[in-house]
């Protein structure tokens, strides 16, 4: 039974919220891939839906998730500045499923639970900061759960990945 919870990626993500004490709010929906997708469903009147970018600098030695509004476009340069880092990118598919075992259209927060060595920075848009609703897939597009930002700062900590508050 252990291992059936363990091979579906979304109570996975739910056991861990729970063993945190986290609440949230899940709405279950049909696959998104895409903002646009997300934007279709109407789901505004939950909370504030956000937008995950998973990047790495020019060497591919650090790797780092964006988490930002979903109305907003990212600035690379100017976060790739406040990190100090080299030119970022677009990480591969690969690169996504090797550190946080999501594949794309998939892309979350909730996904540094697969994260065991903590190696993704997540980079948190200021913008977040106070909301009590933020939207993301529990590792699996089909639903979106919400919870406050102090909760998702709350479960990247437990988990040991270093967090940037940036300007996006």
């Known amino acids: 039974m252990q291992e059936e919870i363990e091979d579906?990626?979304?109570?996975?993500?739910?056991?861990?919220?729970e063993a945190l004490g986290i609440e949230y709010q899940l709405v279950h929906h049909p696959a998104a891939f895409t903002v646009e997708d997300m934007d279709r469903l109407n789901l505004a009147e939950y909370g504030d839906g956000c937008v995950n970018l998973f990047l790495r600098d020019d060497k591919g030695k650090r790797h780092f998730?964006?988490?930002?509004?979903s109305h907003k476009k990212a600035d690379l340069k100017a976060i790739q500045n406040q990190l100090g880092c080299s030119r970022l990118g677009f990480a591969s598919e690969e690169r996504l499923f090797k550190y946080l075992g999501l594949h794309k259209g998939e892309?979350?927060?909730?996904?540094?639970i697969n994260d065991r060595d903590a190696v993704v920075e997540m980079v948190l848009d200021k913008d977040l900061i106070g909301r009590k609703k933020l939207g993301f897939h529990p590792n699996d597009n089909t639903a979106t759960v919400w919870l406050s930002f102090d909760d998702l700062v709350k479960l990247i900590e437990q988990n040991g990945n270093t967090i940037c508050l940036a300007t996006v």
């Open 107 to 112: 892309v979350t927060p909730l996904g540094i």
């Open 8 to 17: 579906n990626p979304q109570q996975k993500a739910l056991n861990k919220l």
């Open 65 to 69: 998730l964006l988490v930002m509004l």
